[in-house]
């Protein structure tokens, strides 16, 4: 096995961990959970989904390069650019079908896949750069925690806005109120 076939298997099990991941708060619902996982069906709380799945299936990401003894640098820095421009990637081209036609299943899935190989794309070019970043990996560890220390304050004081709301409970975040 070499990066690439790495990289594909990456984008297959990214993709069924959003699947997972969707539904682990509703099953198992606590503080923990609401900071990874989905609290409502906003579009803010899908972001939550894809970044979290991109971290989570990190760590079978860098079983499997280490397995087969697959060199790689600046594991930490790739995690951090796929999963923090994963978010972006799927709002410029999600957004855009979302206010002409509505929440869609079909359109959240196409988007989330064509997202996911962005992201991984991206993950395989800095995986496979010569050099080692020692200190952007540590700084993206950090931000990998900072990341979720602003998923978590959001889950719980959401922002007034589109983004955040979910319309099919009508409320925001994990609050009780509606608009």
Same mark, same amino acid.
């Given at each position: 096995?070499?990066?690439?076939?790495?990289?594909?298997?990456?984008?297959?099990?990214?993709?069924?961990?959003?699947?997972?991941?969707?539904?682990?708060?509703?099953? %198992?619902? #606590?503080?923990?959970?609401?900071?990874? $996982?989905?609290?409502?069906?906003?579009?803010?709380?899908?972001?939550?989904?894809? $970044?979290?799945?991109?971290?989570?299936?990190?760590?079978?990401?860098? =079983?499997?390069?280490?397995?087969?003894? =697959?060199?790689?640098?600046? +594991?930490?820095?790739?995690?951090?650019?796929?999963? $923090?421009?994963?978010?972006?990637? $799927? %709002?410029?081209?999600?957004?855009?079908?979302? /206010?002409?036609?509505?929440?869609?299943?079909?359109? !959240?899935?196409?988007?989330?896949?064509?997202?996911?190989?962005?992201?991984?794309?991206? #993950?395989? &070019?800095? %995986?496979?750069?010569? !050099?080692?970043?020692?200190?952007? !990996?540590?700084?993206?560890?950090?931000?990998?925690?900072?990341? /979720?220390?602003? +998923?978590? &304050?959001?889950?719980?004081?959401? =922002?007034?806005?589109? %983004?955040?709301?979910?319309?099919?409970?009508?409320? &925001?975040?994990?609050?009780?109120?509606?608009?």
């Amino acid at each position: 096995m070499n990066l690439k076939k790495a990289k594909i298997i990456s984008v297959i099990g990214i993709f069924i961990l959003c699947f997972i991941f969707h539904f682990i708060y509703e099953f %198992l619902p #606590s503080t923990i959970t609401a900071i990874f $996982f989905p609290v409502n069906e906003s579009i803010w709380e899908h972001q939550k989904l894809i $970044f979290t799945s991109v971290v989570m299936y990190g760590i079978i990401d860098y =079983i499997i390069l280490t397995k087969f003894n =697959i060199k790689f640098n600046n +594991f930490f820095l790739s995690l951090f650019i796929s999963a $923090f421009t994963i978010v972006p990637i $799927f %709002l410029m081209i999600y957004l855009p079908f979302f /206010y002409k036609i509505g929440p869609k299943m079909f359109l !959240n899935i196409g988007v989330m896949m064509i997202a996911i190989i962005i992201s991984q794309v991206i #993950s395989y &070019y800095i %995986l496979k750069t010569k !050099n080692n970043y020692y200190y952007l !990996n540590i700084i993206s560890f950090i931000l990998i925690i900072i990341c /979720y220390i602003v +998923f978590a &304050y959001l889950t719980y004081n959401p =922002i007034k806005t589109e %983004l955040f709301f979910d319309t099919e409970e009508e409320k &925001y975040g994990l609050n009780n109120y509606n608009v």
